[in-house]
């Protein structure tokens, strides 16, 4: 909707730029439906190697495919997103980091973390397979 002058009433998405701080807020949040969706992946690969050698080797077989190996990178990479960002909000829990500076250094460390944290897991667990 516009006034009469052409312009918007309101910002939207073309003109207003979320902020970094916003984006990480609304993915960590996705991030977490994620993990939960993932974790049932993991559930099933151990429920499976409890039930018999060949239900083990189907769920094994699924998760060492390209697709199960990339759902899993997603997971990891949730997951270690998700623990950051959520050590941030502890950090912010006790009233610290609020000034613009520390929150933007800050969304970069997350960032940061999370990415070195996936690619070192993921490193060491494809050196040890």
């Not at 009469?4 to 902020?19: A, D, T």
């Not at 039930?51 to 189907?58: I, L, N, T």
């Not at 990415?115 to 050196?127: K, P």
């Amino acid at each position: 909707m516009a006034n009469g002058s052409g312009r918007p009433l309101s910002p939207h998405l073309q003109i207003y730029k979320l902020p970094l701080t916003a984006v990480l807020s609304i993915t960590h949040r996705i991030t977490g439906v994620g993990l939960a969706v993932g974790t049932l992946l993991l559930t099933w690969w151990l429920v499976a190697a409890a039930v018999s050698p060949e239900a083990f080797a189907r769920a094994q077989g699924f998760i060492g495919s390209g697709f199960g190996l990339l759902l899993m990178f997603g997971w990891s990479a949730a997951l270690y997103f998700h623990l950051c960002n959520g050590l941030r909000h502890l950090v912010w829990d006790a009233g610290k980091s609020f000034e613009l500076a520390d929150a933007e250094r800050n969304n970069k460390i997350v960032l940061a973390a999370a990415a070195a944290l996936t690619v070192l897991t993921w490193v060491v667990g494809l050196a040890v397979w």
